[in-house]
């Protein structure tokens, strides 16, 4: 096999059990993938020996005819998630050359499946942006390019390396995480496909915590159903984290082939947003019609409190994320910087270990936790947050089944386009998906056109809490409408 590298997950996985491919070969053939795109900077690093010992391993168990769903698969992970005796550093300096004597849960269950570590993939420090320019590594180049033009462009962030190497075949699949939008924003950016599952659905035991009420782990695929075989591994309740809940895993590979035939599914005016490209309202109408033309009811809807959504989420965030982050102070792990006396020490190696934008977040969390603005922010965001949720529950209890929307107000921008701009522009990305993490629900984001300039589009589709399923059977029927988008290789 030639180009095995191009296969989807689920292609590779039959591949492999009909015995047509060999892990190693297939591992291999990645392995020399990730060689020659070192200038995308996906990888934050690569792990050649372990993913060749997981591979030959994965290899024996085919060959007895045994191994699990994900058996001999090559996966990227995100360097948000711990993995054991592998460097692990949310790309931020102020981990260090932090390895972990642990494995993150969602990340033990794939090893449990099979599958095969190929390396750590880069993100915003922190998974704190929507570019993938704030981490410690550096920028990540999306192998998409306007028609007819050179420029770098962003793949997205914060999951910016997970997205990027599946676009760019550097990977079968890959882990993300998402806050705010972090798979859904960059699986949009690069043409591939990401689903954030209900919070509670994947356990965040060993994942870098960034704002705990929010952080949901997910997969980034090349596909619909690529997504609902990994998800099916990452996902289950896990004791060790008390947020995640005691719920059977269903079958997401069938629930793919389901269709939407009598679904009702809403669409919100209040996504309408001002500014909005023709192109993304255009592209917003022909989801909505792939829909309706497999069998879907499409109905108005309303969303009232969409508005407060962006305000809401950047005071909430940065809260939780001051409180998480307080725990890098160079006496544990990671970074030290030596001072005059132990509080100089905890000055001098949060200075010197954090980046511009997580400073600001921790400086915005500390302000409006303050004994003085607590009341005016805090608690108000919290209030806020309650009445987003409550839009929602009111559109599932009139019978909607799920949400369409557009993933992303434009496609990728060019990296370092943003350099001058306000940190609100950076944060405007993410209006449509930061609602879908404060009240908790299932978000997908798949390709459903190109823009004028041949870059990837998607659409949001939003679900009832734990009901993944029937956001993978519509994403499937939007993926079979408008079909794949595949970078043309240049790197
Ligand atoms: N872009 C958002 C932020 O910067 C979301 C990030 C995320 O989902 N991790 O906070």
Redesign the pocket.
């Known amino acids: 096999m030639t180009d095995a590298t191009s296969l989807t997950l689920t292609e590779a996985r039959d591949a492999l059990k009909a015995r047509r491919i060999s892990a190693t070969e297939l591992t291999r053939a990645f392995l020399g993938a990730m060689e020659q795109a070192r200038g995308l900077n996906a990888y934050v690093l690569e792990t050649p020996e372990q993913a060749l010992k997981m591979a030959a391993r994965a290899d024996e168990r085919l060959a007895k005819g045994e191994g699990g769903p994900l058996e001999g698969l090559p996966l990227g992970i995100k360097d948000l998630f711990c993995t054991d005796g592998v460097r692990t550093t949310a790309c931020s300096k102020i981990l260090g050359n932090f390895v972990p004597n642990y494995e993150s849960t969602v990340t033990s269950r794939l090893w449990r499946d099979g599958a095969v570590l190929l390396g750590k993939l880069n993100n915003?420090e922190f998974?704190?942006?929507?570019s993938n320019e704030t981490s410690a590594f550096g920028p990540v180049v999306n192998p998409w390019r306007r028609a007819g033009s050179n420029a770098a462009l962003v793949p997205g962030?914060?999951s910016g390396g997970s997205a990027a190497a599946v676009a760019a075949d550097l990977c079968l699949a890959a882990t993300a995480?998402?806050?705010?939008?972090?798979i859904r924003?960059p699986a949009a950016f690069t043409g591939t496909v990401g689903i954030k599952p209900t919070y509670g659905r994947c356990s965040r035991w060993g994942i870098v915590a960034?704002a705990s009420s929010l952080d949901q782990a997910g997969p980034i695929g090349k596909t619909v159903a690529d997504c609902a075989v990994m998800l099916g591994s990452m996902a289950g309740h896990d004791p060790k984290d008390t947020t995640s809940v005691d719920l059977a895993v269903p079958d997401f590979e069938a629930a793919t082939r389901r269709g939407v035939k009598g679904l009702k599914i809403g669409i919100p005016r209040e996504y309408r947003v001002e500014g909005m490209p023709a192109e993304i309202e255009k592209l917003w109408a022909e989801g909505a019609r792939m829909l309706r033309d497999a069998g879907a009811e499409i109905v108005d809807v309303s969303l009232p409190h969409t508005h407060s959504a962006l305000p809401v989420y950047y005071i909430v965030?940065p809260a939780e994320a001051s409180s998480n982050l307080a725990r890098y102070d160079g006496v544990r792990y990671g970074l030290r910087v030596n001072g005059r006396d132990i509080v100089d020490m905890y000055e001098q190696t949060r200075a010197a270990g954090f980046g511009r934008e997580v400073k600001r977040r921790i400086m915005i969390g500390t302000y409006v936790l303050s004994a003085g603005y607590y009341d005016a922010y805090y608690v108000r965001a919290q209030k806020i947050r309650s009445l987003i949720k409550r839009d929602f529950e009111q559109v599932y209890a009139s019978g909607v089944d799920a949400i369409l929307t557009p993933a992303t107000p434009s496609a990728a921008f060019g990296l370092a386009e943003m350099a001058n701009a306000s940190p609100v522009e950076m944060?405007l990305?993410?209006v449509f998906t930061v609602t879908v993490n404060m009240a908790g629900l299932p978000g997908i984001a798949v390709p459903a056109g190109v823009d004028g300039q041949g870059l990837p589009l998607g659409l949001q589709l939003i679900g009832r809490p734990f009901d993944e399923e029937t956001l993978f059977a519509s994403a499937q029927v939007i993926e079979q409408a408008a079909g794949r988008f595949r970078a043309a290789k240049w790197w």
Not at 127 to 130: L, P
């Open positions: 915003d998974a704190m942006g929507s962030g914060s995480t998402d806050t705010g939008g972090s924003q960034f965030a944060y990305n993410d």
